[in-house]
Structure formats: C-alpha cells, structure tokens
C-alpha cells in the first residue's frame, strides 16, 4: 500500500510539474520568449462598430468584455488557415463580428444558457446589413458552437476551418491558456500584455451566481448546457 501511495503521489508530481511548466499564464509565470512577429488586435473596427451598439446593455462589463474579444480576435487570425483567409476573403471581419454578439446575451437578455439568444441578437442588429445569407450563417455557426468540444464539420472546409479557429480561439482565452490548441503562450503572454484581462474571468463567475438568483446549482446546470460534444 506504501507503495503504491508513493508512485501515485511521484506520479502525481509529475503531472503537476509538467502542468505547470506548460501553463506558465495560469501561474503568474512567464516564459521569457520573445513576442515579436505576433498581430496583437488592440482594435478592430467591424468588432468595434458593433459592440458599441450593445454597450449600454453590457455596461461596467463593456471593457472586459470588449477585450475578451479582441483577444479571441488575435488568437483567430493566428490559427486561420491562410487558404481560409484565400477562399472566404473576409473571413477576419466575420469572426469580428460575431465575437461582437457571442456572449451578449448573459447581459442583454440575462440568459446562463444563452447561445441562441446570443445568435438572435445578432440576426436582430444584421436584419437589412449587407451580409450574404451564407455570411450570416457562418456567424450564427460560429456562436451557436463555440463552446464544442470537437471540431465542427457541418459547412464546407473552409466554413468549417474558420468556425473551428473561433472555437478555439474562445477556448484558449477562456481557459487563460491551459486548452490552447498550438497557439504558443508567447502569443497569449503577448495578448495578456497589450490587452488588458480587465476581470473578464472574474465576471463570468459573477454573472453565473447574479443570474441563477441564489439557485446556484439550477443555474450550473443552466449554463452547463452551453457545451456540446
């Protein structure tokens, strides 16, 4: 039994040594790399032109929210594909643009499960926009499955990569690195630094125990079904 409880706890050490030498952001670390080379969006006008119209409702969260954005943004364009960027031209502003909506609904309509009210949002603000009904499908896609835990495959390859970048991308922002699909934690150090986090994370767990009303648990569950295989 002393055995065994002492390879399980070298084991576990192990683990966590590599844990931590892998997710230096989740600890205060940094790795020392340089960040050079990196696009950093501290801006992007189409995400800008559209937030702005929702500010009111997302209000003392407007900044953090905003940020948690640009920083999606920025790991986006680093995992975009370039034949993506070749075959849907303005796939960048797409993204943008639904980054604007993805979340907004945990403020404008105060929803824990609040992907399609999030999705209407946007059909609401883009009625009569110049968007092809093939733009605006992508952008309900990249909403509605941004929380999938595999890749989406339902549009064409080039639809499906650029979905599949946002997802990641919000994933890798969410999780302050630790599920990062490639991107490298120079790149994150990197956004983290010119993008200030501005208590993003911090708000998401006030928001869940503001909207579930003192029913933590029947509000977990709520948001829980946010995810999807």
């Known amino acids: 039994m002393l055995k065994f409880l002492g390879i399980f706890a070298l084991l576990t050490a192990i683990a966590g040594g590599v844990f931590y030498q892998n997710n ?3 600890f205060g670390q940094r790795t020392g790399e340089s960040h050079d080379g990196y696009t ?3 801006h992007y006008g189409p995400l800008d032109d559209e937030l702005f119209s929702v500010a009111g409702s997302v209000g003392n969260d407007f900044t953090a929210y905003r940020n948690h954005c640009l920083r999606v943004l920025t790991f986006t364009n680093y995992l975009l594909p370039d034949f993506v ?3 849907i031209p303005n796939a960048m502003d797409l993204a943008a643009t639904a980054l604007a909506y993805h979340d907004v609904a945990l403020w404008t309509d105060k929803k824990l499960n609040y992907l399609e009210p999030s999705k209407v949002r946007m059909d ?3 009625r009569g926009s110049s968007f092809t009904p093939q733009e605006l499908k992508i952008m309900e896609e990249i909403i509605l499955e941004h929380h999938k835990v595999t890749d989406f495959t339902a549009l064409s390859e080039a639809e499906n990569a650029l979905i599949n970048a946002v997802r990641k991308a919000d994933w890798a922002d969410a999780s302050f690195g630790v599920i ?3 991107l490298p934690v120079s790149l994150l150090e990197a956004a983290y630094d010119e993008i200030n986090e501005a208590g ?3 708000i998401l ?3 869940l125990v503001r909207i579930s009303a003192g029913n933590l648990f029947q509000g977990t569950t709520e948001f829980l079904k946010i995810f999807k295989w």
Request: hydrophobic share 45%.
């Open 24 to 26: 230096p952001l989740l």
């Open 40 to 42: 950093i969006y501290d």
């Open 85 to 87: 960027k070749e075959t």
């Open 124 to 126: 609401q603000a883009l």
């Open 180 to 182: 990062r699909f490639g």
């Open 200 to 202: 993003f994370h911090q």
């Open 205 to 207: 767990l006030d928001v």
